[in-house]
């Protein structure tokens, strides 16, 4: 198995896409390409990184992406076992999870389980099963490196710290910047109407659908307070989060002697990309320099948790072992893809996922079955309100 080698799990999206760039810059041998449904851009990317497997989820897509690589030696295999298969590909040493959602939780079980390195973009997988993926990863001596940004910050931030030498966790405290979203300085009153266009247009960051609504509910930082909390064995109170409309400083970390490391640049995710994938050398990227003056000031603000009830709820759940997590997450995954059908309001995301969490029943220790059940049940429901 070659670390160099990777398997790219959701190559469509933003991420994936942006992976591909970066595994371009870096030479690195695709081993697998994964996507939901495909299409021209899929093929495009297999006939490009000339990968020996490809895997579409949708069984129809699977079978118009057999004709269209008709003429290659790729072999195309379908759904949640052509997911799998493409991750545990044998060349493949780096796993990128890349995809949108829950379906991205099997794959990266079976991957740690094969040993793979996992550079994770999929925070949802954390979100609804953290405690079990990071015991899986323990268990096979799997390394999993974080590529949502906040994260990949963090992580760099611990390296100031080394090793250290009475064991235990070597920070205080974790602060999980934020941008605010397109909302920032709104009042509740003022979100009732809010539009699909306004919530899809964020300040700083160009990412895909559902992970910009969730920028704009705050609902982002909440999934990313409990990824933090699962990557880095950090309790609730560990973690606060920071509003920092300029996203140039991307997480910090507070230690002991109450230094304060931070890790700063141009907001472009193509960086933590890459330091997943080259960690724990660096390499010149794509991203421009940072220029310090032409940004001129840095600011941070509290969190206004009254107008943006979804992270306030997510504050709340992360307390909560078992299930409950899964239950937000699926919720507002779902909630979400309502709003962008224009079936519900933007504050219709809030209270989906609030009546999910009141009406089904935590499973204190979950397991994996468990989690899978809890999630289908989420989603059931807030569909149900579509
Ligand atoms: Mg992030």
């Known amino acids: ?62 079978r118009d992406m057999k004709t269209r690589l008709g003429d290659t030696a790729i072999r195309v295999v379908s759904g949640m076992d052509g997911l799998i298969e493409a991750v545990v590909c044998p060349d493949a040493g780096t796993v990128v999870t890349a995809v949108v959602g829950t379906v991205g939780l099997r794959p990266t079980l079976a991957a740690i389980e094969a040993g793979k390195r996992i550079a994770l973009a999929n925070k949802e997988t954390l979100v609804c099963a953290g405690e079990q993926v990071m015991r899986a990863a323990a268990a096979h001596g799997a390394q999993i490196l974080p590529v949502d940004s906040e994260h990949s910050a963090i992580f760099q931030c611990l390296q100031a710290h080394g090793p250290a030498s009475g064991g235990g966790a070597p920070f205080k405290r974790i602060l999980l910047t934020a941008s605010g979203g397109p909302f920032r300085g709104r ?98 990227s794509l991203t421009p320099e940072l220029d310090l003056v032409q940004i001129g000031a840095l600011t941070f603000e509290e969190p206004d948790l009254e107008t943006f009830r979804c992270l306030k709820l997510a504050l709340e759940t992360a307390e909560i072992r078992g299930t409950a997590c899964a239950v937000m997450n699926a919720a507002n995954e779902a909630a979400v893809s309502l709003f962008l059908e224009d079936k519900i309001t933007f504050p219709g995301i809030y209270d989906a996922v609030r009546a999910a969490l009141d009406s089904i029943k935590n499973i204190p220790d979950a397991t994996v079955e468990d989690i899978l059940a809890a999630d289908r049940e989420a989603r059931r429901l807030v569909m149900d309100r579509g």
């Open 187 to 284: 009042t509740a009153a003022e979100l009732q109407q809010v539009t699909r266009r306004e919530a899809l247009s964020h300040p700083n960051w160009a990412m895909g659908p559902k992970i910009t609504v969730d920028s704009a509910t705050l609902m982002n930082k909440g999934l990313e307070f409990i990824e933090a909390m699962h990557l880095y064995g950090a309790r609730p109170e560990q973690i606060k989060v920071l509003i920092h409309p300029q996203s140039i400083v991307h997480s910090m970390v507070e230690f002991t002697d109450n230094t304060v490391v931070a890790q700063l640049s141009v907001p472009d995710m193509r960086l933590p990309i890459q330091y997943a994938l080259t960690y724990p050398d660096r390499l010149p």
């Open 1 to 62: 198995m070659n670390r160099q080698n990777i398997s790219l799990l959701g190559s469509t999206g933003s991420i994936g896409r942006q992976t591909l760039e970066v595994a371009q810059l870096l030479g690195l041998k695709v081993c697998a390409l994964a996507a939901n449904t495909g299409g021209q851009l899929l093929e495009a990317q297999a006939r490009n990184f000339r990968p020996s497997v490809v895997a579409v989820y949708n069984e129809n897509a699977a």
